[in-house]
């Protein structure tokens, strides 16, 4: 490897240098762990389900054909679309909300306070929480948000309300509400990253050059903190296009995702139907991200 | 890699477990091992002691109080898994090796039998067999009994032989489950916040309970309660509602998903628990439940009554299957563990619980005579009346909802059901959740 | 902008205590009622108080077994934690090679990020069932947990990589040091506190995974199964209590964490005097 290769590297995968034969055989054996443990649990895994969702099924086995009965199924159901409007709602809902809060705790985090220990110490303070096992941090909401509990009691005895509240228990709300709850660190964490990599010299000319903040945020930061926003985006959009866990939990079983769905399936031991189900999911969310990823080099702006 | 898992206590047998598992799989070699192995007596009580055998099935019965007195009392060690009811399914169908016990309810074993991951039971190595209630041989409690619709547990409770596939009418010798616990489920309601009389399980959907009222999300047992909701409100005349046309499923499906659209139910509910505290919490005041489930709601100080209903109740069984892979010392443990489960001290425990046990007449002997009274022949309890843990259910004088076993057994106007048009049911049903 | 703090800042820290409350008011419920008195429940209102369900968590339960998962648990974390950090170092080096195919693992990694985890828990599942392979935590668990820890891995050792000087390495190239001995004294000391994120999300990742555990932890619940087990199961505030004395073990080992990331950077602070 010649020195000035070396220099030129600027370790972003992406800038298309010619690589040399050694670089490609280190670079592979280097990566190769990678490449087999996500060959044998990402891509063999996908390649299974694709075959299976072919397969016929009896109530409790499944065994190789080649019958699109499943698809037709699936896609002739019109609860399959009612879901799917279901799954978008929530994915659109939630993925507003963790961004407009998730932004705004960044930025406070970034740019309001000014220590870097304050800063880290706020941050882990967001990070707790989500220490605590999913599970019980969802259910831990029924008490609170239930017919007789802490929030319709706060409610009652403030008098603002006669009658206890009956959709914060159990409903879409619930489902949101612990959406936004579980998932909206996802979005901090990328943007706060963008936002402290983000140079504060550009903060200060744009002001020196006569902005109003309102103009710094939308002309400055915005624009620059954009990468963190697009990766907090996705982890938001994937986690909650493929739960199912959330959704069956607050919506007291009532509510429908398509995540649920497959997992209703698997539960009923139809394979062939869930890895239908299942395909047709991974192509709406690989759609979504394509779209998503038009938008920003992942690549680049890491 | 078995001996690196779970806990220091029993990592000693899993260890030898690991070997003999090993052994066993090479087929050929440990049929001789095993066969010198029961040959001869004295190793053989020696051996068992280092046996462990896996048991899966839900938390109603998968209970760790039992592993610890058939450690005392046979010396070898039951590992217990609970999980959900499908979870449970799931495992018996599709991970033959990961249990030695499946305890598993009859309408499972209706599913899954056929993937032939289960062998059948010898009943002449019963000892108990001959006191087995009849529902379970004959399914007749009473000899005139009328057989209710449904999975009822002796239809799929016998095969043709050892290696069977096929379910047989009679007594065949060879048992699918060997039963162990079962019994009939009725609407639970809060009579507090009710206020009047229930009787007919039409009221569950009455628009009166709008958002108040909930049902189990298990396929098979809710399609039932569905079914008797639909009959009870004349709206469908099932020919057999323990085996709907797809016209029938259509219709009840129907009738449900309407009342969804319009608010009726509060809440789906999974698992016991889920009932317990949807009940307790005020959330629904009406809903399909179990017995023990309503106890428990009422052991908090919440009032809530089994509400025995006149067109009868809808019932269920489990009981205990054993791994196809099962064989030699570990096939002789698990007879063992079966006879003892029957000869009356998990019986006792279960009926304190508020189940009935196959065998009442031995668990007799591990029940005080006024819980013997309560539980099973609904007299009025002459003292407090205790579950297994100690708490105290009800005081003196109380009577037991429904009354006693001949009553509330009696009555039963359905099992949980697998049907011929089960895939089309499930469909259905997960279209209805989805709705 | 860092002139007086106007309103704009007590607006925005009103709102991100709001945020904080919102945050930890499921922990605090959790915590309040596993205070709950012997014959409570897990809704309110509360039903005296005690300690009584602390008590409970350290008996056996009526069903289940919490701390064989959760022994398993904490296994299965360290070696998730292992694995991803030497994993995500060579593929970190290795894409600074630019390899020929590199783009191809690059998305790999991001669509291993994007999979709904339903889908690998069903993949994997069937996978294993096709193969006749026994899915056990260690084996199909492990390797499905970590689909979803290495692109995080990854995705901190670009970021790290990307901001890395490669001078460093080319001195120590000039001084004649094998390409093993850059990576071994120069590369690895400096991405060093980077690894221990790496670490921690490791870990913790893979001790919180529920979905992608599902189907294939086989025959032994990891914590999060049994937690989910317990939902169906128990009535008590017992799950509340293992919730509180959860978060209470996450506290220590964040708390064990940052010693580590405050030790080696301290212990890099000397080195640089």
């Known amino acids: 490897m010649s020195s000035t290769t070396v220099k030129s590297s600027s370790a972003k995968p992406s800038s298309a240098k010619p690589s040399s034969a050694k670089n490609t055989l280190v670079g592979w054996l280097m990566a190769s762990p990678l490449v087999l443990i996500l060959g044998c649990f990402l891509l063999l895994p996908i390649i299974a389900i694709v075959a299976v969702s072919f397969w016929a099924s009896t109530e409790y086995s499944y065994f190789p054909a080649f019958i699109f009965e499943n698809y037709e199924f699936l896609l002739t159901s019109p609860v399959t679309l009612s879901v799917y409007i279901k799954t978008f709602m929530f994915t659109g809902i939630t993925w507003f909300l963790c961004l407009v809060i998730g932004f705004t705790v960044a930025y406070f985090l970034a740019f309001h306070v000014r220590t870097l220990p304050m800063q880290i110490g706020l941050f882990l303070l967001c990070t707790v929480p989500f220490w605590t096992s999913n599970i019980i941090r969802m259910i831990s909401w029924i008490p609170f948000l239930g017919r007789n509990g802490i929030a319709n009691n706060a409610l009652q005895d403030m008098g603002l309300i006669d009658e206890p509240l009956e959709w914060l228990l159990f409903s879409d709300f619930a489902v949101i509400l612990a959406f936004v709850h579980l998932f909206t660190l996802f979005m901090i964490v990328p943007i706060f990253n963008s936002m402290m990599r983000l140079d504060r010299s550009l903060i200060e000319a744009a002001v020196d050059a006569g902005a109003s903040s309102r103009q710094v945020l939308t002309n400055v930061i915005i624009p620059l903190t954009k990468p963190g926003i697009m990766i907090g985006s996705i982890f938001v959009v994937t986690l909650v296009m493929g739960d199912f866990i959330t959704v069956r939990f607050m919506s007291g079983g009532q509510s429908a995702s398509v995540g649920r769905v497959i997992s209703n399936e698997i539960a009923l031991l139809q394979y062939p139907a869930a890895s239908a189900s299942a395909v047709v999911l991974l192509l709406t969310v690989l759609i979504m991200i394509g779209i998503m990823l038009r938008f920003v080099d992942i690549r680049k702006e890491l | 890699m078995k001996s690196k898992t779970s806990n220091k206590a029993g990592s000693k047998y899993l260890n030898s477990k690991g070997t003999q598992r090993r052994t066993l799989m090479k087929g050929a070699a440990a049929t001789v091992a095993a066969g010198t192995i029961t040959g001869a007596p004295l190793i053989w009580a020696q051996n068992i002691k280092n046996v462990t055998l896996r048991q899966f099935g839900t938390g109603v019965s998968n209970l760790n109080d039992v592993a610890n007195k058939v450690k005392e009392d046979l010396g070898f060690t039951l590992e217990m898994t609970a999980l959900d009811s499908d979870s449970v399914t799931q495992r018996a169908a599709t991970q033959p090796k990961s249990f030695d016990i499946a305890d598993i309810e009859y309408w499972i074993c209706k599913k899954v039998w056929p993937a032939g991951n289960l062998q059948a039971m010898d009943t002449s190595k019963i000892d108990n067999y001959d006191n087995i209630v009849g529902i379970f041989r004959n399914g007749k409690l009473n000899p005139d009994s009328v057989i209710a619709q449904g999975t009822a547990p002796h239809s799929v409770g016998f095969v043709d032989g050892p290696e069977g596939k096929e379910f047989v009418d009679e007594e065949s010798g060879w048992m699918t489950l060997i039963p162990t616990i079962y019994n009939a489920d ?117 009032p809530c009554v089994y509400q025995p209903l006149k067109e009868g109740y809808r019932s269920w069984g489990g009981g205990l299957g054993l791994s196809k892979n099962l064989s030699g010392l570990e096939l002789d443990a698990a007879y063992e563990y079966i006879n003892w489960y029957l000869s009356g001290w998990v019986g006792g425990y279960l009926m304190r619980q508020g189940y009935y046990s196959a065998v009442p007449s031995t668990s007799k002997d591990f029940m005080s005579e006024d819980e013997w009274g309560y539980w099973f022949e609904g007299k009025e309890s002459q003292g407090e009346i205790v579950n297994p843990q100690g708490v105290v259910l009800e005081k003196a004088g109380a009577v037991r909802d429904g009354g006693s076993f001949e009553e509330r057994m009696g009555r039963v106007a359905c099992w949980n059901a697998v049907m011929d048009e089960n895939q089309y049911m499930v469909r259905k049903w997960n279209e209805f959740i989805a709705a | 902008m860092h002139g007086r703090r106007g309103l704009s800042f007590y607006l925005l820290a009103f709102f991100f205590a709001l945020f904080v409350l919102f945050l930890y008011g499921p922990t605090i419920t959790i915590a309040i009622l596993s205070f709950q008195g012997p014959q409570g429940g897990l809704t309110f209102p509360m039903n005296g108080v005690s300690t009584h369900w602390f008590g409970e968590l350290f008996k056996q339960q ?94 901190i050792m670009f970021a790290v990589f990307n901001r890395f000087d490669s001078a460093y390495e080319e001195a120590a190239r000039d001084l004649g040091a094998s390409p093993w001995q850059t990576i071994r004294h120069v590369v690895l000391p400096i991405i060093g506190p980077s690894l221990i994120g790496v670490a921690l999300f490791g870990f913790t990742l893979s001790y919180d995974e529920f979905a992608r555990t599902l189907l294939t932890a086989g025959s032994y619940n990891t914590l999060p199964l049994e937690i989910f087990g317990m939902t169906t199961s128990v009535t008590t505030p017992v799950l509340f209590a293992l919730g509180t004395f959860t978060t209470a073990f996450s506290f220590i080992v964040i708390g064990l964490f940052a010693l580590l990331y405050w030790l080696s950077n301290k212990r890099r602070a000397i080195g640089k005097d």
Not at chain 2, 275 to 299: C, D, F, K
Not at chain 3, 121 to 132: E, M, R
């Open chain 2, 186 to 302: 009725t609407l639970g309601i809060r009579p507090d916040l009710i206020g009047r009389e229930i009787s007919t399980w039409a009221e569950l959907l009455n628009p009166e309970f709008k958002g108040k009222a909930s049902i189990l999300d298990i396929s098979s047992i809710g399609i039932m309660d569905a079914a008797m909701v639909c009959e009870a409100m004349g709206e469908i005349s099932y020919g057999d509602k323990g085996n709907m046309t797809r016209e029938e499923i259509d219709k009840t499906m129907a009738i449900f998903t309407e009342a969804k659209k319009n608010g009726q139910f509060r809440a789906f509910w999974k698992s016991f628990d889920e009932s317990v505290n949807l009940m307790s919490s005020g959330e629904v005041v009406i809903q399909s439940m179990w017995s023990p489930a309503i106890t428990a709601v009422r052991s908090k100080g919440i």
């Open chain 3, 62 to 155: 009526a069903v289940g077994d919490i701390w064989g998962s959760f022994r398993r648990s904490f296994a299965l974390g360290l070696m998730v934690m292992v694995t991803t950090v030497v994993v995500s170092v060579m593929g970190g080096l290795a894409f600074r090679k630019h390899f020929r195919g590199s783009g191809f693992v690059f998305y790999l990694v991001i669509g291993s990020l994007i999979v709904p985890s339903i889908l690998i828990s069903l993949g994997v599942g069937i996978l294993f069932n096709q193969l006749d392979l026994d899915v056990h935590w260690s084996t199909s668990g492990f390797g499905s947990q970590l689909t979803w820890t290495l692109p995080f891995g990854l995705l």
